[in-house]
């Protein structure tokens, strides 16, 4: 098994994890427990709630350890839900190891607004768009 050492460059939003991964507190089983304060079922021995995470809908998490493959409303995610936050991609290009140096414009100055017009209205439906955080940025991950 060897390291594979990741970059790319993105023209997105950075936006927290708890936007995307909603985090909640289910029951562990189906017993009726009595005891407000028991911690534990005492029909089944489970601990009594469970800590989860569900992503919003529009994630796509279809390749599941490569960050780089999961998509929100098909714009690339950067990140998982390990991280404090995910970057969200208008642009992007990737490299890693293998691949060597590439050298790619990704988008001219003059189409910045462009691209962040079409980005920033989608994410805004979202609930995921941040002013402050839309701009450029390098991204760097080992796989
Ligand atoms: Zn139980």
């Known amino acids: 098994m060897s390291t594979t050492y990741n970059t790319a460059a993105v023209i997105g939003c950075k936006v927290p994890r708890t936007k995307i991964w909603i985090r909640k507190e289910t ?3 189906r017993h009726v427990v009595v005891d407000d304060n028991a911690n534990f079922c005492p029909e089944c021995g489970k601990k009594l ?5 569900h992503c919003i809908s529009q994630y796509d998490d279809y390749e599941g350890h490569f960050c780089y493959y999961r998509t929100i409303d098909g714009y690339r995610v950067f990140g998982t839900k390990e991280d404090d936050f995910v970057i969200i991609a208008a642009q992007f290009i990737k490299t890693d190891l293998y691949s060597g140096p590439q050298v790619m414009q990704i988008a001219c100055p003059q189409d910045i607004p462009f691209i962040q017009k079409s980005f920033k209205k989608r994410l805004q439906q979202l609930d995921l768009w941040d002013e402050n955080e839309f701009g450029i940025w390098v991204v760097m991950w080992c796989t």
């Open 27 to 29: 029951r562990s089983c």
């Open 49 to 53: 709630w469970k800590t989860t995470d």
